[in-house]
């Protein structure tokens, strides 16, 4: 019986430092996985362009006096962090001190956002462009802009316009401390004025940069998961005996 005993604990502690260490990787994968993610809502029900079926659409049918305004709370606070104006100038103005990547083509004129692709890096630095604020330009920045100039394949400047799908860098500030952040979005067509969002997501870490489109990894709850339903096993097994 004593050998019985001695190697069902020997078992026990085996497994449970197994479980320890499927729960230790599991905390480590939660804590590397701290990305928000949200999508825009659908407002266009049935779709009457292809990009409605996958996002929100904002665009001025070609009227000014249709324009539209988007606000975004990135973090969910309950603060908008940016404000989307759409459009025959479709921009974005970023609210308190919040930032997005972008760049001057003149002194004297409003900022350009910079048009990332998938798996940018967002972070400190955005060389060649720069972090740019309502302070350094209180006009916002340009996401696309179109005047009729007489030429139907002009499709406007800026550069989302005539995209599909692009990723917007943001520097969002959450309690005094830097977070980063990406929006996707498009403006496919630029004539209409404004463009459609997608979905958006933010890395919780202060300070930690974040690729453009990275979303939470699915592996993150099965670890946990399957960490806890180890330990349940392991404590029905010890009361068993």
Known sequence: MSVTHHNGWSGWRGLSLASALLLAAGMVAFAQGTIVYNRMP???????FPWDAEGYRAIADGNPNNAESVFVDINGDGQNDYHFICGMDFGV?????????GYFLTPWERASARA???D???GPSMSPVAWVGNQDSPSGL?????????????MGIGEFAGLASAYLGLQLQVEGRTHYAWLRLGAPLAPLGGGWFYDYAYETRP?????????PEPSTWAL??????LIVCLKRRRNER
């Open 42 to 48: 659908l407002n266009i029900v049935p779709p009457q």
């Open 142 to 154: 340009m996401l696309s802009s179109w005047r009729d100039i007489g030429d139907p394949s002009f």
């Open 224 to 229: 946990l998961v399957g960490g806890g339903v």
């Open 120 to 122: 940018a890096v967002i």
């Open 116 to 118: 990332l692709p998938a």
């Open 93 to 101: 103005l970023c609210l308190g001190e919040n930032k997005a990547a």
């Open 207 to 215: 300070d930690i940069q974040i690729l453009a489109g990275a979303v």
